[in-house]
């Protein structure tokens, strides 16, 4: 089975900071693996999504990710820290040959210090 | 934009109640999902549902659980007798059927509260 490790349940930036935010899975095999947020008493939301094509992934809100198969990373980057991005982000990942249920990291929740 | 939605956002229930969560995918979805989130911890499967039947489910999703699409739009997941340990958020989810289609849009969530 598939696994996600968020390293860092809680990461604080101050406004203006780079963000990063990590994950690392497990799979022999590179699966698809999806960036989430969910902002307060909201549902998730697609940030970016890797599927096999570009390794450098952009999303909503400024948002990139760099897929790195050497490492088994799928690191979250923001350029600038926004008060806005303060919120919950899940890191997920599912079998390519399924495509079927996604495995989640724990979350990872970014406060943007002003 | 189409989105899924679920019903209610919040349900509050006595020990050994059933409970009934609703949820609409996106119109033209043709898989669906539920998941749950206790508190403090990870988002994880409960089941995926596709050509009117469960195509998988996971080891939480035991007797007490059924999922039912009773007409084109609806698609509820059932919680025979709830206990206590059932309290967490429940998302919904669906996902398209065509090639590429494998991003799964989520809804916002239902808070349940066993008691």
């Known amino acids: 089975a598939q696994s996600v490790t968020q390293l860092g349940s809680h990461v604080s930036v101050s406004e203006g900071a780079l963000v990063l935010l990590r994950c690392n899975y497990s799979?022999?095999?590179?699966?698809?693996l999806f960036w989430y947020v969910q902002y307060p008493n909201q549902g998730l939301q697609l940030l970016l999504k890797?599927?096999?094509?570009?390794?450098l992934v952009k999303g909503i809100n400024g948002f990139e990710a760099e897929f790195k198969k050497s490492e088994t990373s799928f690191h979250l980057t923001k350029p600038s820290a926004h008060m806005s991005d303060a919120a919950e982000y899940f890191c997920a990942v599912s079998d390519k040959d399924t495509g079927n249920q996604f495995y989640f990291g724990t979350g990872t929740s970014l406060t943007v210090i002003p | 934009e189409p989105e899924v939605t679920q019903t209610p956002s919040h349900q509050v229930t006595q020990m050994g109640q059933e409970v009934i969560l609703r949820c609409v995918p996106i119109s033209n979805h043709l898989y669906f999902y539920w998941y749950r989130q206790i508190l403090g911890q990870k988002v994880e499967f409960l089941v995926s549902?596709?050509?009117?039947?469960?195509?998988?489910k996971s080891e939480i999703f035991d007797d007490q659980f059924s999922v039912e699409r009773p007409d084109g739009s609806n698609f509820t997941l059932k919680i025979r007798s709830t206990k206590l340990e059932d309290s967490a958020m429940y998302f919904c989810?669906?996902?398209?059927?065509?090639?590429?289609?494998?991003?799964?849009?989520f809804g916002p969530g239902t808070r349940l509260l066993v008691l």
């Open positions: 549902f596709y050509n009117n039947e469960i195509s998988e």
């Open positions: 799979s022999s095999v590179p699966p698809y």
């Open positions: 989810a669906s996902k398209g059927g065509g090639r590429a289609q494998e991003t799964q849009y």
């Open positions: 890797y599927t096999s094509a570009a390794t």
